[in-house]
C-alpha cells in the first residue's frame, strides 16, 4: 500500500469532521428521509401520530448533528483554505436544512393530533423537501475537506522539500486543481482492470475524474507506480513539480481566520413529547 504521507502533518488548530462522522450524518440523512416517506402512506391520525413522533425526534436528533459537525469544522483550520471554506459552507446549508426539516414535522405532529392529515401531509412534503440531496451534499463536505488537507499537505511538503515557487508553473484547470488536492495527501490507489475499467479506488471521497488523472500524469504533475503483489493497481504522488503548481494554482485565502457564525436559527427544542432515541 501507498505510505500515507499526510499521517505526520502537525495540525496547529482542533481537527474538523471526520469521514466517520459524515458517513454517520449521511446514514441518519436517509433514515429520515425514509421515515417521512413512509408516514405518508400510513392511515388515520392516531394510528401516524406515534410514528411521526418518532421520526420527528430522530430528525431533531440529526439535526443536532449537522449543527455539531458545523460548529466543529469551524473551530477547525477549515477556515485557512478557500476548499475548507467551502465545506463550512455546505456543512451551514445542511444544519440549516436539517433545523428547517425537523420543524415542519414537528408541527405535522401537533396537526395529526388535532386530526389534520391533510395539513400534516402537506407539512411531511415540505420537510422531505429540505431534505432533498442533503446526503450528495455530505459528500461534497468530504470531498472539499479532502482538499483542505491536500493542500495542507502540499504546502509542509513543500517546506519539508524546500519547493519554492517555480517560475515554469504548469497551468491547470479548476477540476485539475481539485484533482491535485485530493491526491496531494499520498494515499491515492489508481485501479486498471479487465474489459478496460479504470477509477481511483482511493481515497473514496475522492471525486477525480480519470481522465483529470491522466491529464495530470501527462503533464508529469503526478505519478502511478505499481504496487507489489497487487496487480492492476498503482500507488499515487504528486511530483515535486504537481506540488508547486496545486499550491501556485490554488485561489488566494481569504485573509486571517474570519468568523463563521455556527448557530441556526430557529432550532427546534426537544419536547416532553418528542422522542431523542434513533
Not at 402512506?41 to 425526534?57: C, F, I, K, S, Y
Not at 477556515?79 to 475548507?84: K, L, Y
Not at 461534497?140 to 513543500?158: F, I, K, N, P, T
Request: glycine residues 8%.
Amino acid at each position: 500500500m501507498p505510505i500515507k504521507e499526510f499521517s505526520s502533518l502537525t495540525r496547529p488548530y482542533p481537527l474538523g469532521p471526520s469521514g466517520e462522522e459524515l458517513w454517520a450524518l449521511t446514514r441518519y440523512l436517509l433514515a429520515s428521509g425514509n421515515q417521512l416517506d413512509d408516514l405518508k402512506r400510513r392511515g388515520t391520525a392516531p394510528e401516524r401520530l406515534q410514528d411521526a413522533v418518532r421520526a420527528g425526534g430522530a430528525l431533531h436528533q440529526t439535526s443536532l448533528h449537522a449543527a455539531g459537525l458545523l460548529a466543529k469544522a469551524a473551530l477547525s483550520d477549515a477556515t485557512t483554505t478557500v476548499d475548507g471554506l467551502a465545506a463550512v459552507s455546505l456543512l451551514r446549508r445542511l444544519a440549516e436544512a436539517t433545523t428547517s426539516a425537523a420543524l415542519r414535522a414537528a408541527e405535522s405532529i401537533a396537526a395529526l393530533a388535532h386530526g389534520d392529515t391533510s395539513t400534516a401531509d402537506r407539512l411531511l412534503e415540505q420537510a422531505r423537501v429540505h431534505l432533498h440531496r442533503t446526503p450528495v451534499t455530505c459528500q461534497e463536505v468530504g470531498s472539499a475537506l479532502l482538499r483542505h488537507d491536500g493542500y495542507l499537505y502540499a504546502q509542509a511538503r513543500a517546506a519539508r522539500e524546500n519547493l519554492g515557487p517555480s517560475g515554469g508553473t504548469v497551468k491547470v484547470s479548476e477540476a485539475q486543481r481539485k484533482g491535485l488536492a485530493s491526491l496531494a495527501r499520498g494515499d491515492g490507489v489508481f485501479r486498471e482492470a479487465r474489459h478496460s475499467l479504470r477509477e481511483l479506488e482511493s481515497p473514496l471521497n475522492a471525486s477525480v475524474r480519470t481522465a483529470t488523472i491522466d491529464a495530470l500524469a501527462a503533464k508529469k504533475l503526478l505519478t502511478l507506480t505499481p504496487l507489489a503483489g497487487q496487480q492492476g493497481r498503482s500507488a499515487i504522488r504528486l511530483t515535486s513539480a504537481g506540488i508547486q503548481t496545486l499550491l501556485a494554482a490554488s485561489p488566494p485565502k481569504p485573509g486571517g481566520r474570519p468568523a463563521v457564525t455556527t448557530s441556526v436559527p430557529n432550532a427546534p427544542r426537544p419536547t416532553a413529547r418528542t422522542s431523542t432515541r434513533r
